[in-house]
Each structure stands twice: as structure tokens, then as C-alpha cells.
């Protein structure tokens, strides 16, 4: 079993950057692919980002390409999120996500574990 916890989260003006982080427990995480989610309330929690667990692998959403990346560090047991040029539509709060699975699940069923969030506000 995992645990995760984000932090990094905050208020940012539109064009600004933020990094997140998660932080991972246990001995065994270089074993996991890892994602970012994001959720607004009222809305459906949908995919951001995913990474292999090597690292060699990422996947975005088409909205989020070019302006945010995925990275790992697995002697650091901490997965990032890179989130540049942000606009407001990009104000959520964001999950990460770990599973055993050795694809770039895109879909909340592909995470076995599941942080608490950080929020990311971002304003105009």
C-alpha cells in the first residue's frame, strides 16, 4: 500500500507557475505509474497527467499540453507537476494518483490510491 500527500497548491494570476508535489510512503513506489487529476466542484474529476513508473513514459491531456509536465524522483519517493502559463480555467483541486498498472491509465478506475488534494486557484 501507498500513501500520497500533494502539496504546492496556492493562488496564482493567469501566466504564472506553480509546482506541485507528492510525496509517497513505502519502499515500493518506484513500482507504480503514477497520475495527476484535477477536480472542480460540482464537475467530474478528470485525467491531467501520468507518468511510467521509470519515468520514460508521460501522457497529458490535450489542454494541458506544452504548458505543464510530469516528472518522478524515484529515490526521492516524489512525483511533480509543472504548471506553467496557468489560466483559470486550470483553478481545481489536484489529486495524485498511483497504480500498479504498466500503462498511462487516463481514467480515475485505472488508481488504486489516491491523495487528499492540494487546491490551485488561478486568477485573471
Known amino acids: 500500500q501507498v500513501q500520497l500527500v500533494e502539496s504546492g497548491g496556492g493562488l496564482v494570476q493567469a501566466g504564472g507557475s506553480l509546482r506541485l508535489s507528492c510525496a509517497a510512503s513505502?519502499?515500493?513506489?518506484?513500482?507504480?505509474?503514477m497520475g495527476w487529476f484535477r477536480q472542480v466542484l460540482g464537475k467530474e474529476r478528470e485525467f491531467v497527467a501520468a507518468?511510467?513508473?521509470?519515468?520514460?513514459?508521460?501522457s497529458y491531456t490535450d489542454s494541458v499540453k506544452g504548458r505543464f509536465t510530469i516528472s518522478r524522483d524515484n529515490f526521492k519517493n516524489t512525483v511533480y507537476l509543472q504548471m506553467n502559463s496557468l489560466k483559470p480555467e486550470d483553478t481545481a483541486v489536484y489529486y495524485c494518483?498511483?497504480?500498479?498498472?504498466?500503462?498511462?491509465?487516463?481514467?480515475?478506475?485505472?488508481?488504486?490510491?489516491w491523495g487528499q488534494g492540494t487546491q490551485v486557484t488561478v486568477s485573471s
Open positions: 507518468i511510467s513508473w521509470s519515468g520514460d513514459s508521460t
Open positions: 494518483a498511483a497504480t500498479r498498472s504498466s500503462g498511462l491509465g487516463s481514467t480515475r478506475n485505472s488508481y488504486d490510491y
Open positions: 513505502g519502499r515500493t513506489f518506484r513500482r507504480y505509474a
